[in-house]
């Protein structure tokens, strides 16, 4: 495609993100829906120049301020990551001296504000709980997020599964806590491999597997995953608990349970049995309590944690949302604790890092169930379930992950076992 008609496409497709009004892989994925004539270069220029912006947004705009043409197109112009040489092309002689120009600010000069790249209800939130570490958070979640691997453990072993890596020309490294876990620098495309069509790795964050390490759910058992969503932590602790027992997968989207059933069959897996529910007090609710060995929530929050792959997220999310999100949080945390019987266990998670939505509704929980549910310091459990440096990725009794800390997402997670 001409460079000049490929910037255009870049303006339309900027012109539909930052309406903000779904979620931006959606949106990137209807446009490139309807512009099938695209190849993956052109693909890939189109949605890191849009990503991009999102994770800049504020400092962006500000350059942009003042150039020629569409704000948009400027926008495109300054973020553009389809090279240096198609750039050229497709710019004016005016277009290129003002791109040289804005190229030329000291970017370290500019207020804190065009710096972090954040809302401010959102940077004061993180300042507040991580002082001098905000900076090295923020340069963080500028950068892109690696590419994590869990290791189906019905299938293959971890070495093996690098080995066949290394094969086809992928590097990779096992993760520093996770024992089922292989990163991957890139985004190589995974698809194809036999290993993933067979059902020997899947994508997950070495933050999602030790969730589900956490459970340190066994042969046998019943165990709830009350927040499925596609999956991901439901497979894990299906071969964590070795194909047997059973494993209910719940949620009240029947479509991303919809997704989960091709993960399903990939993983071999025979013992989990997905369910909508109609909400948290569904009656199937009420027909397991009492009765369940183990329940992982991993409820539903701002995402935040995960702005290296959702940097629109941030611009999505608002104070009133995150108070919403929260009291949705105990109230399904509330309805989920139902089901443990006597000695079980319950984590509650998100991919949040917010206070707001992981201490203060933790610690509202342990407050109000203490005669119930007695708290189990997550590096205890980490230990129990074989994760190395269990120390270095909690806080206090929880398990706290951070982008610029341990290169996952952010993750909270608190466990509890019932009386």
Known sequence: MHPAALLDLSTELLRAVLKLDQP???TVSAFFHKHRDLGSRERHALAETAYTILRQRLLYQH???GGPGLMERRLAILAWQGGDATLRAALSPHEQTWAAAAAQVDRATLPEKLRHNLPDWLAHALRESLGEAFWPLVQALADPAPLDLRVNTMKAKRDEVRQALAEAGIASEPTPHSPWGLRLEGKPALNKLPLFIQGHVEVQDEGSQLLTLLMDAKRGEMVVDFCAGAGGKTLALGAAMRNTGRLYAFDVSGHRLDALKPRLARSGLSNVHPAQLAHERDDRVKRLAGK?????????CSGLGTLRRHPDL???????????LQAKQMAI?????RLIKPGGRLVYATCSLLNAENEAVADAFTAERAADFVPVPAEEALLAAHVDAAPGIVSGPYLRLWPHLHRTDG????????R
């Open 333 to 337: 945390l509330a309805s989920a604790s």
């Open 24 to 26: 931006a892989d959606i």
């Open 63 to 65: 350059l942009a301020q």
């Open 292 to 300: 369940i060995d183990r329940v992982l929530v991993d409820a539903p």
């Open 411 to 418: 993750f909270f997670a608190a466990v509890w076992e019932r």
């Open 314 to 324: 941030k611009w999505r999310q608002s104070p009133q949302t995150v108070k919403d």
